[in-house]
């Protein structure tokens, strides 16, 4: 119902990688010959990648539905309606990044955010990262070289020329 262009064109530049990473896993494995390494042996290693959260399903129905009353109703035009639509998805997803750097048993560190498109610079162990595949709020887990192109996005949709971080 309503253009969300921004995300969705975000998640078609993360897709392929993405997906070829989360396949393989190859972003959480051997990529860290590069001095990303933080201990001797196998116990110690790092890596960092980038982590995609969205809102709940339920509060983004519902939010459809309120919205949707809102036009049947004539207090909102249909301009009107995907403004608000758009505003307040944002502020689902910042809510849903806010929920994940909140969360006291993720041993990851978050490095940086886009929080709204819901995207976290996440890095720690690779066992860890994975782990955060089974949160409510975590829709994947991408490059790290994903997070940039978010930020360069983020920077081109705002008149500001500033990501939020």
């Known amino acids: 119902m309503f253009d969300d262009t921004g995300r969705r064109r975000f998640l078609q530049l993360a897709g392929t990688g993405g997906a070829l990473s989360i396949a393989g896993c190859s972003a959480l494995s051997e990529h860290n010959g590069s001095g990303a390494d933080s201990g001797a042996g196998g116990g110690g290693e790092t890596a960092t990648v980038t982590l995609a959260v969205q809102p709940d399903q339920q509060s983004l129905q519902q939010l459809q539905s309120e919205i949707q009353s809102k036009v049947e109703s004539g207090e909102l035009d249909r301009m009107q309606a995907q403004a608000e639509f758009r505003q307040r998805r944002i502020e689902l997803t910042q809510d849903a990044v806010d929920t994940f750097r909140n969360r006291s048993n993720v ?7 886009v929080s ?4 976290l610079l996440v890095s720690g162990d690779p066992a860890a990262l994975v782990e955060t595949l089974s949160l409510a709020e975590v829709s994947g887990l991408f490059p790290a070289s994903t997070f940039e ?3 360069a996005q983020a920077e081109t949709t705002t008149d500001t020329g500033t990501s939020t971080a």
Do not use: C, H, I, K
Request: hydrophobic content about 35%; glycine content about 8%.
């Open 107 to 113: 041993s990851v560190s978050v490095d940086d955010t």
């Open 149 to 151: 192109q978010a930020q």
């Open 116 to 119: 709204d498109f819901g995207v």
